[in-house]
């Protein structure tokens, strides 16, 4: 009997243990696949399951928050949430407001075109005269790219990268510039639509950081690096994208 009241205390001492974990709030986009997308009403994907597998490491609960894209910097910024990842890019006007972790993938920004429509390359983007519309996510590298090296007049920006891939095959604008593998997931369905084999910009995937939070830096940095070295982060990688693609896009 005191054997059984023993191990009923212990059960009892690890759920109040649970129960009393501080929790970190991740904000994200979950219209990124495989990054974060849903599955029922669950979040999942590399992101998602590479912040479980920090929090674990931590100590802390995992508590994810869907939010538009262009909405995560300033919520990061201004610690409505603890730490944002979506696929998310370091990028200098980004530093200005947060900070990043360690970079733990790496993506690559595509270009998705109509099959029979006149861009065949990227180069045909920089031609002399041409004035295509290019549609991006808000927000993302790819809006950010597109509209320094073609302007706000040729750029439309989009809530979501579906709803960007949706308006090239109804043939309301020209092509659409997004990360290579949710590209590749949203375009699935269209017979209509291709990515050029060409990339846009090959760019680093980190954690956004509050600027002021130097000590949560410091403890995702710590338990990162050592899911990567322990090779955990490219196992979750590897779940969720193909081999070939998948050590391209594990950090090194």
Same mark, same amino acid.
């Given at each position: 009997m005191k054997k059984?009241i023993?191990?009923l205390?212990?059960?009892?001492l690890?759920?109040?243990a649970?129960a009393?974990a501080?929790?970190?709030?991740m904000g !994200?986009n979950?219209?990124f696949?495989?990054?974060?997308f849903?599955?029922?009403? $669950?979040?999942v994907?590399?992101d998602? $399951?590479?912040?479980a597998?920090?929090? =674990?490491?931590?100590g802390y609960q995992?508590?994810i928050?869907?939010? /538009?894209?262009?909405?995560?910097?300033?919520a990061v910024?201004?610690g409505?949430?603890?730490f944002?990842?979506?696929?998310m !890019?370091?990028? =200098? #006007?980004?530093?200005?407001?947060?900070?990043?972790? @360690?970079?733990y993938?790496?993506?690559v920004q595509?270009?998705i075109?109509? @099959?029979d429509g006149?861009i065949?390359?990227?180069? /045909?983007?920089y031609?002399e005269g041409?004035?295509y519309t290019?549609g991006?996510? #808000?927000?993302?590298?790819g809006?950010i790219?597109?509209?320094?090296d073609?302007?706000?007049e040729n750029?439309?920006k989009?809530?979501t990268?579906?709803d960007?891939?949706? *308006?090239?095959?109804?043939g309301k604008?020209?092509?659409?510039?997004?990360?290579n593998?949710? *590209?590749?997931?949203?375009?699935?369905?269209?017979d209509?639509?291709v990515?050029?084999?060409s990339d846009y910009?090959? $760019?680093?995937?980190?954690?956004a950081i509050?600027?002021?939070?130097?000590?949560?830096?410091?403890?995702i940095d &710590?338990?990162?690096? =050592?899911?990567?070295a322990?090779? !955990?982060? &490219?196992?979750i990688?590897?779940?969720y994208?193909?081999?070939e693609? &998948? =050590?391209?896009a594990?950090?090194e």
């Amino acid at each position: 009997m005191k054997k059984i009241i023993a191990i009923l205390l212990v059960a009892m001492l690890a759920l109040c243990a649970v129960a009393e974990a501080p929790v970190l709030t991740m904000g !994200t986009n979950a219209a990124f696949k495989p990054y974060e997308f849903y599955e029922g009403t $669950e979040i999942v994907g590399i992101d998602a $399951e590479i912040a479980a597998a920090i929090c =674990e490491k931590l100590g802390y609960q995992l508590e994810i928050i869907d939010m /538009d894209f262009a909405t995560l910097i300033p919520a990061v910024a201004s610690g409505k949430i603890d730490f944002a990842m979506a696929g998310m !890019t370091v990028t =200098e #006007e980004r530093l200005q407001s947060v900070n990043f972790s @360690v970079s733990y993938a790496t993506g690559v920004q595509s270009i998705i075109v109509p @099959v029979d429509g006149p861009i065949k390359d990227i180069d /045909d983007l920089y031609a002399e005269g041409a004035a295509y519309t290019i549609g991006v996510q #808000e927000g993302t590298t790819g809006d950010i790219y597109c509209t320094d090296d073609f302007g706000d007049e040729n750029v439309l920006k989009f809530k979501t990268g579906p709803d960007a891939v949706a *308006a090239l095959a109804a043939g309301k604008i020209d092509c659409v510039v997004l990360d290579n593998n949710p *590209a590749k997931a949203y375009i699935e369905t269209y017979d209509n639509l291709v990515l050029l084999e060409s990339d846009y910009a090959v $760019e680093d995937y980190a954690i956004a950081i509050a600027l002021e939070n130097t000590e949560l830096k410091e403890k995702i940095d &710590a338990a990162l690096n =050592e899911l990567i070295a322990d090779g !955990t982060v &490219a196992e979750i990688i590897l779940k969720y994208i193909p081999i070939e693609e &998948a =050590e391209e896009a594990a950090a090194e």
